[in-house]
């Protein structure tokens, strides 16, 4: 089951985060051509939590370096897919320039609380993925009535549905906390807490942008009176 678009429409947001996917594909560049460059630009710039249990500062770079690698092309096509779902209308919403310069730094929460977890690891930590699941929060708590159409592949059969995007993130968020509890990052090698932890600072910094920004809930009813009639 895989998102591939959403319910909200409006001018703009497409052009900005299709240059971003064109920057994380060229950043994934050297190592679909060289696997060996490619660990090797993983280790300078990839999340190690050893590394940055010794030295913090000399290592902070990664939180944000790190988001723009990833470990093969279906890494790379998961991450940008959810991008292009989940992040366009965040975009039109905040703007092209304040969204892709914070975009490094939000999966930064979700990296500090796998290294808060697994401080001695040296598997170094890379993708958007903690990145996209901020965005995914944030969605959720501005945009729960929109609808996500989603492609469901059973037996063999494929069939595309829609369903609220509150019902969805909701599944997806609660899939990634279960996995995290139980362990599952140790047997399938993926950072569930990089995921929740970006996931639960969407949330938290959508709902106080709502509260603390004066005009957020006129900013907010005018952009979705818009993109829900188109």
């Known amino acids: 089951m895989f998102p591939f678009s959403d319910s909200l429409r409006g001018m703009g947001g497409a052009a900005g985060i299709l240059a971003l996917i ?14 060996a460059l490619g660990n090797q630009i993983v280790r300078e710039f990839g999340f190690v939590p050893l590394a940055f249990s010794i030295a913090p500062w000399a290592n902070i770079y990664k939180l944000a370096t790190s988001v723009f690698l990833h470990g093969d092309i279906f890494h790379v096509a998961g991450n940008c897919l959810f991008l292009w779902v989940f992040g366009r209308s965040l975009l039109r ?35 958007a993925s903690g990145a996209v699941a901020t965005l995914m929060g944030a969605y959720l708590a501005l945009f729960p009535r929109s609808r996500i159409k989603i492609f469901i592949l059973l037996g063999g059969f494929g069939a595309p549905l829609s369903a609220p995007a509150w019902v969805f993130l909701l599944y997806w968020g609660g899939f990634e906390l279960l996995s995290l509890l139980g362990g599952a990052g140790d047997v399938d090698r993926v950072a569930y807490a990089v995921h929740v932890g970006g996931f639960i600072a969407g949330v938290m910094a959508a ?3 709502k509260v603390a920004y004066p005009f957020a809930e006129e900013t907010l009813s005018e952009f979705t009176s818009v993109a829900f009639k188109n």
């Open 207 to 209: 709902i106080i942008w």
């Open 22 to 35: 064109i920057v994380i594909c060229l950043a994934h560049t050297p190592a679909f051509l060289d696997p």
């Open 93 to 127: 919403l905040f703007g092209a320039i304040p969204f892709l310069v914070a975009f490094p730094l939000l999966g930064a929460i979700g990296l500090l609380l796998h290294w808060v977890i697994h401080p001695q690891s040296t598997v170094p930590v890379i993708g």
